[in-house]
């Protein structure tokens, strides 16, 4: 069970206890368009992976020096989160597992696709994703490149993650690693 932070892993907490599976956090980091940061552009991730929406960048011509500019501050707070969430212990080996990767929320999957990407590279045996809302087009986007993906509610009138949840103010760094010590 890896829970995407910050918002996944409460999610991923509450389905590793009914699980009874261990917890770990998988760190990714959203690339926001340079003056539109909420609208991703990709994504990096935890093993140097970074997956970029071609189509978006080139739409908006965002040049490359834009694109390694906000991916280079992104992998820096990436290894800091790493670093923070971590206290000095390593990441679960996930060789020939079944990794369930969990997060609040689907809006366009950057993170998520970064994610699947960068774990698969850790050989597992499957890869599933676990949400309890997303874009319909996302979660069919995602179907493809996952083993097996649970999106518990697609609504067609989707706009935002936090549009679905009564209190969807942000997870603090102390929490989750509150919550990482208390599912080993």
Not at 3 to 20: D, N
Not at 60 to 73: H, Q, R
Not at 154 to 164: D, E, I, K, L, T
Request: with cysteine.
């Amino acid at each position: 069970m890896l829970g995407l932070p910050r918002g996944g892993v409460p999610v991923a907490a509450e389905v590793a206890g009914a699980l009874h599976a261990p917890l770990d956090v998988f760190v990714v980091r959203k690339l926001g368009v340079p003056g539109h940061r909420e609208l991703a552009m990709g994504a990096v991730a935890s093993g140097g992976v970074r997956v970029l929406n071609e189509r978006l960048v080139a739409s908006l011509s965002i040049p490359p020096a834009a694109i390694e500019a906000v991916a280079g501050d992104e992998a820096r707070e990436l290894a800091r989160r790493e670093a923070a969430y971590r206290s000095g212990r390593p990441a679960l080996d996930l060789a020939g597992a079944d990794v369930l990767l969990v997060d609040d929320g689907l809006a366009t999957g950057a993170t998520m696709r970064a994610a699947i990407e960068a774990v698969r590279q850790l050989g597992p045996n499957s890869v599933t994703v676990g949400v309890p809302v997303g874009a319909q087009a996302t979660c069919n986007e995602l179907a493809a490149v996952a083993d097996a993906i649970v999106c518990v509610e697609s609504p067609a009138n989707f706009y935002a993650v936090g549009q679905w949840y009564d209190d969807f103010t942000q997870t603090h760094d102390d929490e989750i690693v509150r919550l990482l010590a208390a599912n080993p």
